[in-house]
């Protein structure tokens, strides 16, 4: 007998706790995507996931920035809420907030983002592009966009990772030139994701010499009367080159940048 009241109390108790409307109710809200302090662009979904979502009764998303607010459209599909950062929007810093009213309490949650409406640019800059097997060379992509995963692959299909340096906001790395790759033009191509999740390419050519050094001058033996002479050849960057006229040191040098 003692039994059977201690089952009709839990009963008894589960059913009041499940009808009484002042039983504490917590509700999780995470952002799928954006996923918060990163760039957005116009159109680009905002999706939430709420947790439990049975009990809520009102759902709300927010955009806003300087001088603006903007209540934007919603769909509910299972515990997952759907809407679209709005356009015409100025590009900038903006907060989106989502807020739920779950059994007459409200919770909220809310990330900022930044605003890029622009299309991606990049500079890569590869240096020296004239370059020995087994010497190295520096490859440089400053962009005005946030990048992820930015590669540099060889015509050979070595791939090599570039490291971000957020002071400088330059991806770069130093990349040794493998002793297999063949004299010649080779190309690098360089791949990124930009803050859309649209991946973007560009190539640059480097030229492997593994000849010795030649230099020679475009005017070949002919006299001048200018004060400038055009010498031209390979020699690897950034080394000192001694110059001599009818046998007498003229002047030192160094090689620029492209060897």
């Not at 009241?5 to 039983?23: M, Q, T």
């Not at 810093?93 to 809310?110: D, I």
């Not at 990048?147 to 400088?168: C, Q």
């Not at 190309?187 to 560009?202: C, H, N, Y």
Request: charged share 25%; aromatic share 12%; glycine share 6%.
């Amino acid at each position: 007998m003692r039994r059977n009241l201690l089952w009709v109390g839990a009963i008894f108790l589960i059913l009041f706790s499940s009808c009484n409307p002042n039983v504490s109710v917590n509700v999780s809200i995470s952002f799928i995507s954006p996923k918060g302090e990163g760039y957005v662009s116009p159109n680009q979904p905002i999706i939430v996931e709420i947790e439990p979502i049975e009990k809520v009764e009102q759902i709300a998303v927010y955009v806003s920035g300087e001088n603006v607010v903007k209540k934007l459209d919603t769909e509910l599909k299972e515990n997952r809420v759907y809407t679209s950062f709005p356009d015409k929007l100025e590009d900038g810093e903006y907060r989106v907030e989502v807020e739920v009213l779950a059994n007459g309490k409200q919770f909220e949650k809310y990330i900022n983002i930044f605003l890029n409406s622009e299309i991606p640019v990049w500079d890569i800059y590869v240096y020296p592009t004239f370059v020995r097997a087994g010497k190295s060379i520096k490859v440089e992509v400053i962009t005005s966009s946030i990048l992820e995963n930015v590669t540099a692959t060889f015509d050979d299909g070595t791939t090599y990772p570039l490291i971000y340096d957020k002071k400088r906001e330059i991806w770069s790395n130093e990349i040794m030139i493998s002793q297999f790759l063949s004299e010649g033009s080779h190309f690098i191509k360089f791949r990124g994701i930009d803050f859309k999740g649209d991946r973007i390419e560009e190539r640059r050519v480097i030229n492997v010499i593994n000849a010795y050094p030649v230099i020679y001058s475009p005017l070949n033996g002919l006299k001048t009367v200018s004060k400038e002479i055009e010498i031209l050849g390979f020699y690897d960057p950034d080394k000192e080159v001694d110059i001599y006229i009818d046998g007498e040191f003229f002047k030192r040098t160094k090689t620029d940048g492209n060897g």
